[in-house]
Antibody, heavy 119, light 107 residues
Framework: EVQLLESGGGLVHPGGSLRLSCAAS????????MSWVRQAPGKGLEWVSV????????YYAESVKGRFTISRDSSNNMFSLQMNSLGAEDTAIYYC????????????WGQGTLVTVSS | DIQMTQSPSSLSASVGDRITITCRAS??????LGWYQQKPGKAPKRLIY???SLQSGVPSRFSGSGSGTEFTLTISSLQPEDFATYYC?????????FGGGTKVEIK
């Protein structure tokens, strides 16, 4: 059974940093691109970033480019999102999801982790 | 970037109704579009990919169609468990973009 489990969310002050992680199981992790998608409270879905199966190709949404860094550790079946210079606009539930363009979108999602940026 | 305009933003319907949700793309593409259902407090769930392919395990009352700049999701006979918010997603090019969502409520 495919499972994705996010961790690392919480309350952070404006300008601060946070690192989200997603632990994957139930599939051959190294075969799949992985993405982060976020959802601000009461708002719609926003794709944030994707990393290819081999880590060689990465894309970011313009809203996070230069502040967020995606990475993966295929030996541990995990991938992460390092978030720096956080602002109130980054407050959201962050979902990890399997896929991206190469998988016709996202076929499996984690349960989400809440990031709140507030003083 | 490809912008996805979804309509309506909300609709009220009754059990058994047929409903259609539309997404219009700012640039045309063949069929790189999916539809997702999200219930409150839950992660989204994929219903449709490649514009018209039904995700395994999804009831056949859900169907998708379209290509180019106009895509539709149809629920042929609305069931109580279908009251949720629906999103389209284009994955033709990065950045991937979602439509704004359609909240389907009980009339």
């Amino acid at each position: 059974e495919v499972q994705l489990l996010e961790s690392g969310g919480g309350l952070v002050h404006p300008g601060g940093s946070l690192r989200l992680s997603c632990a994957a199981s139930g599939f051959t992790f190294s075969n799949y691109a992985m993405s982060w998608v976020r959802q601000a409270p009461g708002k719609g879905l926003e794709w944030v970033s994707v990393i290819s199966n081999d880590g060689a190709t990465i894309y970011y949404a313009e809203s996070v480019k230069g502040r967020f860094t995606i990475s993966r550790d295929s030996s541990n079946n995990m991938f992460s999102l390092q978030m720096n210079s956080l602002g109130a606009e980054d407050t959201a539930i962050y979902y990890c999801a399997r896929g991206g363009q190469s998988l016709s979108g996202f076929d499996y999602w984690g349960q989400g982790t809440l990031v709140t940026v507030s003083s | 970037d490809i912008q996805m305009t979804q309509s309506p933003s909300s609709l009220s319907a009754s059990v058994g109704d047929r409903i259609t949700i539309t997404c219009r793309a700012s640039q045309g593409f063949r069929n790189d579009l999916g539809w997702y259902q999200q219930k409150p407090g839950k992660a989204p769930k994929r219903l449709i990919y490649a514009a018209s392919s039904l995700q395994s395990g999804v009831p056949s009352r859900f169907s998708g169609s379209g290509s180019g700049t106009e895509f539709t999701l149809t629920i042929s006979s609305l069931q109580p468990e279908d009251f949720a918010t629906y999103y389209c997603l284009q994955y033709n090019s990065y950045p991937l973009t979602f439509g704004g969502g359609t909240k389907v409520e009980i009339k």
